[in-house]
């Protein structure tokens, strides 16, 4: 059985940086994409970043690109999001998601699903 299990959110002023973990246990990843999404209160969940289990540039979302970065340790099966220059339009709930197969955008498409962490940016 899957499991994810995100750590790192918390509150940070505008300009700071947090990292986000994803801890994945329950199977072998190979030929999985992992990605990280958010949810801001009353908006929709969106893929900020992704990259899969067996390497690759991955995804950035244009409104984290230059700002966040996403990577993994295989031998951990944890992969991580580096977040940097943080604004307030940041603050949301991250999940960290998995699928068998590409890099996908909808959250559909994901089959496992973290509990998510909040990440909260002042101004």
């Known amino acids: 059985q899957v499991q994810l299990v995100e750590s790192g959110g918390g509150l940070v002023q505008a300009g700071g940086s947090l990292r986000l973990s994803c801890a994945a246990s329950?199977?072998?990843?190979?030929?999985?994409?992992m990605g990280w999404f958010r949810q801001a209160p009353g908006k929709e969940r969106v893929l900020a970043a992704a990259?899969?289990?067996?390497?690759?540039?991955?995804y950035y979302a244009d409104s984290v690109k230059g700002r966040f970065t996403i990577s993994r340790d295989n031998a951990k099966n944890t992969v991580y999001l580096q977040m940097n220059s943080l604004k307030p339009e940041d603050t949301a709930v991250y999940f960290c998601?998995?699928?068998?197969?590409?890099?996908?955008?909808?959250?559909?498409?994901?089959?496992?699903w973290g509990q998510g962490t909040q990440v909260t940016v002042s101004s």
């Open positions: 998601a998995v699928r068998a197969g590409n890099i996908m955008k909808e959250a559909s498409r994901y089959n496992y």
């Open positions: 329950g199977r072998t990843f190979t030929n999985y994409a």
């Open positions: 990259i899969m289990w067996s390497g690759g540039s991955g």
